[in-house]
């Protein structure tokens, strides 16, 4: 079953890169160039629907922390999965505790980032359907 | 000195002179007009008689101009003579009383040395007459010539030379002028000896002085920017200590794009596909070789480094560049107006140090939001440096102590107080002034000016 990711990060090599890493995996990407247009994908009137979210922090306009505080509070549903290139823990446990499923930093494999974005939609499934907030 | 004799006075003879002429010339008068007067009356004179009155007339007019055309002139010329001749004995007196009196020794020594003369004080010095000895063997004590002696030169009259000599008259320190003269209708040489033992004593004493002096400054001069470059160090890991995260994230960054193209190589059948990802793994692997570059440079100890030409506009985007690694969002702009401003004579990082502290401390008065202007340009004969944030500015009560060392207003996280102190420092350490403007709740800014580098003779 094909499920999409909505990649949140402002520079484009990056997004390239996750898109690589997640080429011929059943994870289909929809990006984003920074946190305001990030929400304005899930918050159009014909937004899409995405199973998962992988967030940057560093970015233009919206930057991530307020961006995942946005999508948890907007869209509890979807797991958000921060990566980032800050290997910072106090950034990390504040993340946590906002409650993102994973905090990343990069460079992570691409085996990996398969695995944590599979098991947070799956997870996820387990407590209730994808979608727009209810 | 002697009283000088008064030469006699021209006038006097010419009155004397004329008052002879008058009176001889009226006698005559007087004389021929008694014998026109008594010759009617007379019985007719001899002319014995007649010759012996014409004769005595004729010599009493002859008389006058013999003695005004030879016998005076000799008489004056002789007087004037006794009077130079006076003259002369007294000067000649005057010159020797002077001679004897000076308190250095002088003589006077033909072509080879040899003493013609000797002052009484330098008769006394050698405590012996040495005329007709060279000189040498009665002032020096190895009896040597001096090596600069001035008579292995041809003796050149009116000429003066001075010679510093040691090891005179028992181990004392002369200066011995020499002047090329006549004396006796033959070339010879009047040396003046001054004696600076003494002199020469307390100017080494002195010398001493001023080099030990000397030391001690460069000394504490030394151990002052030894304390102030491990403060500078202190600040610099201070510094990036808050800006790890950063520093990780510009790195990460490009590392993580490295690895999935390299993942990308490693799943790839198309050669093509695997070119395009090589070339973008060199390019982010060039992009973090310059930020490592651009850091390791910054953390090395300043003491390592040389003053050199120093680009001011260079070191301020080095320092922007690095202190935007540290930002968590890109919502403060960045306003740059640089001019082509003069290099500067100073240690690089040093000056990155300047610039990295000044733009730190805005970025962080404005807390994620604001704008931040970098200006640069020459104001006269200056390169001037304007940085202006838009953050919570300054205190007015604080506004005094933004130099002092360990004074902060930040969290204990953010630094120990030492940034604009080594930025004054630094600043300072070039001739250079920083300034400092701030409203509350307007924003501050600060100004560096230095002064402009002095061309080098290559220009």
């Not at chain 1, 958000?80 to 106090?90: A, H, M, N, Q, S």
């Not at chain 2, 030409?309 to 985007?317: D, F, P, R």
């Not at chain 2, 304007?386 to 207003?409: Q, S, V």
């Amino acid at each position: 079953m094909q499920h999409k990711i909505l990649v949140v990060d402002d520079e484009a090599e990056v997004r390239n890169t996750i898109k690589l890493q997640l080429k011929g995996t059943d994870l289909e990407v929809v990006e984003a160039a920074d946190g305001k247009k990030g929400i304005e994908k899930l918050d159009a009137e014909n937004a899409i629907t995405v199973d998962a979210i992988l967030c940057d922090v560093r970015m233009p306009n919206i930057n991530g922390i307020e961006a995942v505080a946005y999508f948890r509070r907007e869209y509890p549903s979807i797991p958000v999965i921060v990566l980032t290139g800050y290997p910072d823990v106090k950034l990390a446990v504040d993340f946590m505790k906002e409650g993102v499923v994973e905090y990343l930093v990069k460079p992570v494999e691409k085996e990996k980032l398969v695995d944590v974005v599979t098991k947070a939609i799956r997870e996820r499934s387990y407590v209730g359907g994808a979608g727009p907030k209810m | 000195m002697a009283d000088i004799i008064a030469p006699p006075q021209e006038s006097e003879f010419h009155q004397s002179a004329v008052w002879l002429l008058v009176v001889l010339i009226g006698a005559v008068f007087l004389v021929e007009a008694l014998v026109m007067l008594f010759i009617p009356i007379l019985p007719s004179m001899s002319r014995a008689s007649t010759a012996f009155l014409d004769a005595s007339l004729l010599s009493a007019l002859i008389f006058p101009i013999f003695y005004f055309l030879i016998f005076r002139p000799l008489v004056r010329n002789i007087a004037e003579r006794r009077h130079t001749e006076e003259v002369l004995r007294e000067t000649s007196n005057f010159n020797t009383l002077l001679i004897e009196s000076l308190p250095f020794g002088m003589d006077i020594v033909d072509t080879e040395g040899r003493i013609l003369y000797m002052s009484r004080a330098m008769e006394k010095a050698v405590g012996q007459s040495a005329l007709g000895k060279k000189c040498w063997d009665i002032y020096k004590d190895d009896r040597q010539q001096c090596a600069d002696c001035l008579l292995s030169q041809p003796v050149r009259v009116g000429l003066a030379k001075s010679i510093e000599s040691t090891g005179v008259l028992g181990g004392r320190i002369f200066e011995i002028t020499h002047t090329g003269m006549m004396y006796q209708g033959k070339p010879a040489v009047l040396e003046v000896f001054y004696d600076i033992t003494e002199r020469k004593h307390i100017e080494e004493i002195l010398e001493e002085k001023v080099a030990e002096r000397t030391r001690e400054l460069r000394e504490s001069q030394a151990e002052k920017d030894r304390v102030m470059g491990q403060l500078i160090q202190a600040e610099k890991m201070a510094a990036i200590g808050t800006m790890a995260s950063g520093i990780g994230h510009e790195i990460n960054n490009p590392l993580y794009v490295i690895m999935g193209k390299a993942e990308a190589i490693r799943d790839e059948n198309d050669i093509s596909a695997c070119n395009e990802h090589a070339r973008n793994i060199i390019k982010h692997a060039k992009h973090i070789s310059a930020i490592v570059k651009n850091f390791s440079g910054y953390i090395r100890p300043t003491s390592q480094h040389e003053a050199e030409k120093t680009s001011i506009n260079e070191k301020l985007a080095e320092a922007l560049n690095m202190v935007q690694h540290s930002l968590l969002d890109d919502r403060i702009e960045i306003r740059q107006n640089l001019a082509p401003i003069q290099e500067i004579i100073a240690k690089p990082e040093e000056i990155q140090q300047v610039f990295f502290n000044v733009i730190r401390n805005g970025i962080q008065a404005m807390a994620g939001k604001g704008v931040l202007e970098i200006t640069s340009l020459n104001e006269g004969g200056h390169a001037c440096i304007r940085i202006k944030d838009t953050g919570a500015g300054i205190r007015p009560e604080h506004l005094g102590k933004i130099f002092d060392p360990f004074f902060t207003t930040k969290g204990p996280d953010e630094g120990e107080g030492l940034g604009m102190y080594i930025v004054q420092s630094i600043v300072n350490k070039y001739n250079g002034i920083v300034t400092v403007e701030s409203q509350e709740h307007k924003g501050t800014t600060v100004t560096i000016s230095f002064p402009a580098s002095k061309p080098t003779e290559e220009g």
